[in-house]
């Protein structure tokens, strides 16, 4: 029984001095990674970084892949005298392009967000919640971030405690970018260069008009986003850029409309654009490559042109 | 609840501690209890699905003690086994047997009448249901007592370790051991905890890694080069191991913690240099439950050539069947009846012809076996992992006929597949080596195992997947 007694007490003492191990060992490992996280040269958390660290841009492009593909900083600033950057990111919505657009509102603000959107931005979606887990290194940072982890499930932020689990899944990307930097990106703008081969794509969706159900959390946002908008005075574009195949018609569509012409927001869907149905400007049937990326940034930035505020206008006219 | 859900991690250390604390006596209440709350985590009106198979095997199995007359012992054991059979027959089956029906009688200008059931598969049904049937046809040959206590009976059935993915125990190895007082001992719980970090490894930084290569090219699987396909296939293969059997190492490991010693169920299988011995090494703890209750009673060896082929066959479709209610398991159970037919009849061949090359026992051969065995069970796994019988044709065809094209998809996710497959192929070889030398979670200095129990947390935290969701087998 003696003995029983001892080899306990010696099993506890092991097991604190492991539980002490393993928190020292989480907050260094933690400490080291966020320092290679925040200093990536390329690749797509750079430009995530560059938004929520170094954002000093006026003009700000959020949402997925076909805003990383689609603007071209170099022509916005060109043409608008106003400096750009493109925050957007592959396969991702709503909720991540409201996160990053509260943490860089810390620390700048822009004079002019551009939100590229797809019919389906309000749809719920199955995968969409669990992406989240992108936003793990920049969570404490925002309350907004936290909102949006504490969505993935009720004890997501607790497992965030630990410093390690928020670059789960990222160490061989964020030391390859650190070390490896390609700097691929142009103000984060990732343009595509092949040319799609039209005679193997559909232009058919066998999507069913109006068959999605709203996200109630994608609705929160894009609230959110255009709320914060009005806060700090920044002049919204919310913009569906152009794609070669069929769109479906969504409930998220109406009911984005519906949220940007009762907040006044300036909505444009290129999406039936003819001039942007030739298969010359596409890399697949969802994004456009280089050549038609160039094309559209031109059409946007006249199209703003026309419809920038007062505000940003005298400074736009002013550097002109 | 699943075991890779950080509730889990919350649930178990709870359990176990109010484990230890409390009298014997109210031990197996705890169990049952926390098993309750366990399962109902799923769908928890299905809790009473188990009950009612629990009330009618404790209750056959007390009469089956009393009973004397041989007939009357055999028609309470077949209401038993009906009882069970029939909430499989009605949540597993139902609707599969329906749709085929419903099948043939279109095809004869019918239209079926009867409407198929709005119910969703209870969790681990068929593991349970095997399990309890295991207990009433023990009693039934008297290699069991009949439990007396409803308690520690209906905990037998559902002790949450291994109530939903097996091991599928027999009741003479788990049954006395709830009745058992456990100590706290330093040497379970250090091995029950070592055992649970393998099988969180195995699920997590392995098994769901590669699940997202594998998602993306079989569902997807017309658009890809045939490289892809074989690549995917393998990946499954050890997908689906690591999924199985991490989740078997979860289950002996938290049940070790508690001092219960669950039953192997996994014996590196992939080492395995026959398709008989494949099955000697995978869920043992099934393949030895339909060799006692289905194979033995069917005549086992000692029948003729043909009879024994029919009875490999049909035990092999069967298993297929208990699988999952598809007929892609149909198939692949009865490609593996094949295969071990197959190895069978040309066994005395091969053994001449290994014998004329020079290739019947050494590295090479073993080489050859090994590799010969994994192909045969990679390409029964895609009948597995296909949806429908077209879409594993397709597979196949994509394998067969060649196409270009090689996928890789995010390079730092497939780097972490091979890094995962890596790790897992070097532990596996000192498991099946018993290579001593290089011990790690087990070696003799404290300050050695102490890094390596840290070092596979946090390769855990860094590497694993943690949206992975469920365990494959749960679904059965």
């Known amino acids: 029984m003696k003995q029983l007694k001892g080899n306990s007490n010696k099993f506890f003492i092991r097991l604190l001095m492991m539980a002490v191990a393993f928190v020292a060992v989480d907050q260094i490992a933690g400490a080291t990674l966020y320092y290679f996280f925040t200093h990536q040269g390329s690749g797509e958390y750079a430009v995530a970084n560059h938004v929520v660290y170094n954002l000093n841009e006026d003009v700000l492009v959020l949402g997925s892949s076909r805003a990383s593909h689609h603007y071209n900083p170099s022509l916005i600033k060109d043409s608008l005298k106003l400096s750009c950057f493109n925050g957007g990111r592959d396969g991702e919505g709503l909720l991540y392009s409201t996160a990053i657009f509260e943490l860089a509102l810390q620390r700048h603000i822009p004079k002019v967000v551009i939100l590229d959107v797809t019919s389906d931005v309000l749809s719920e979606k199955e995968d969409e919640k669990s992406r989240l887990s992108i936003l793990l290194p920049y969570l404490k940072q925002s309350k907004v971030v936290e909102n949006m982890i504490e969505k993935k499930g009720r004890l997501e932020l607790l497992k965030s405690n630990l410093q390690t689990y928020r670059y789960n899944g990222q160490v061989v990307s964020i030391f390859q970018h650190y070390f490896l930097s390609s700097g691929n990106t142009i103000m984060g703008f990732n343009p595509l260069d092949n040319k799609m081969d039209a005679s193997r794509v559909s232009t058919k969706t066998s999507i069913k008009p109006y068959s999605d159900s709203l996200s109630a959390d994608n609705v929160g946002a894009l609230n959110l986003f255009i709320n914060e908008c009005k806060r700090q005075k920044i002049q919204l574009f919310v913009f569906v850029s152009p794609r070669y195949n069929d769109d479906t018609q969504q409930n998220s569509y109406l009911k984005m409309k519906s949220i940007c012409n009762s907040n006044n927001v300036i909505f444009h869907d290129f999406t039936n654009d003819v001039y942007f149905k030739n298969p010359e400007y596409y890399s697949d049937r969802a994004h456009l490559n280089s050549r038609g990326a160039d094309l559209y940034t031109d059409t946007i930035v006249a199209f703003m042109k026309k419809k920038l505020s007062p505000a940003v206008n005298v400074q736009y006219l002013s550097k002109n | ?476």
């Not at chain 2, 009357?72 to 054991?77: N, S």
């Not at chain 2, 011995?277 to 060799?291: A, G, M, Q």
């Not at chain 2, 003729?304 to 149909?330: C, E, P, Q």
């Open chain 2, 1 to 476: 609840m699943i075991f890779n859900s950080f509730t889990f991690l919350l649930f178990f250390p709870v359990v176990t501690v109010l484990y230890f604390l409390l009298p014997h006596k109210f031990r197996w209440l705890l169990l049952l209890s926390a098993s309750c709350y366990f399962y109902m985590f799923f769908k928890a009106i299905y809790i009473l699905i188990l009950f009612f198979t629990i009330i009618i095997d404790y209750t056959a199995g007390i009469y089956l003690e009393k009973v004397n007359d041989p007939k009357k012992k055999k028609l309470l054991l077949i209401l038993s086994l009906t009882a069970n059979i029939g909430v499989l027959a009605v949540f597993k089956y139902f609707n599969f047997f329906n749709a085929n029906l419903s099948g043939i009688l279109y095809w004869m200008g019918y239209t079926n009448p009867i409407p198929f059931l709005q119910i969703l598969l209870p969790i681990g049904l068929s593991f349970h249901t095997f399990q309890a049937m295991s207990y009433t046809i023990e009693v039934y040959r008297g290699h069991q007592k009949a439990e007396r206590h409803f308690g520690i009976y209906a905990l037998y059935v559902m002790f949450y370790p291994q109530l939903v993915a097996g091991p599928i125990e027999r009741p003479q190895n788990l049954l006395h051991q709830f009745k058992e007082q456990h100590h706290f001992n330093t040497l379970d719980v250090s091995e029950g905890l070592k055992r649970m970090l393998i099988g969180f490894f195995k699920k997590v930084v392995v098994a769901d890694r590669l699940s997202i290569y594998v998602k993306t090219v079989f569902s997807n699987y017309p658009e890809h080069g045939s490289a892809t396909i074989v690549l995917a296939s393998l990946f499954f293969a050890v997908q689906i191991y690591c999924d199985f059997s991490g989740y078997s190492d979860i289950a002996i490991g938290s049940a070790r913690v508690m001092g219960f010693k669950l039953m192997e169920n996994f014996r590196r299988p992939y080492f395995a240099k026959s398709i008989s011995e494949f099955w000697s090494r995978w869920h043992i703890s099934l393949s030895t439950w339909f060799k006692d209750y289905v194979y033995i009673p069917l005549g086992g060896n000692r029948v003729s050539k043909g009879r024994l082929y029919f009875n490999l066959f049909a035990v092999f479709m069967i298993s297929g069947l208990w699988h999952g209610a598809n007929w892609t398991f149909i198939v692949w159970g009865s490609l593996h009846g094949f295969y071990l037919i197959c190895g069978m009849a040309t066994q005395q061949w091969r053994a001449a012809v290994a014998e004329k090359l020079g290739f019947r026992t050494g590295f090479f051969a073993n080489f050859l076996n090994i590799s010969f065995t994994i192909l045969l069970v990679t390409i029964s796994w895609i009948f597995f992992r296909a949806v429908s019988l077209p879409q594993a044709w397709g597979l196949l065809k994509g394998i067969f006929i060649y196409k270009p094209g090689f996928f890789i998809g995010e390079p730092a996710y497939f780097l972490y597949d091979f890094m995962a497959i890596a790790a897992l192929f070097i532990y596996e070889v000192k498991q099946e080596y018993n290579l001593h030398s290089l011990r790690f979670l087990h070696n003799e200095n404290w300050g050695i195992r102490m890094a390596s129990y840290l070092g596979l947390i946090f390769i855990i935290l860094l590497f694993g997947v943690f949206d992975g969701g469920q365990f494959i087998y749960f679904q059965f």
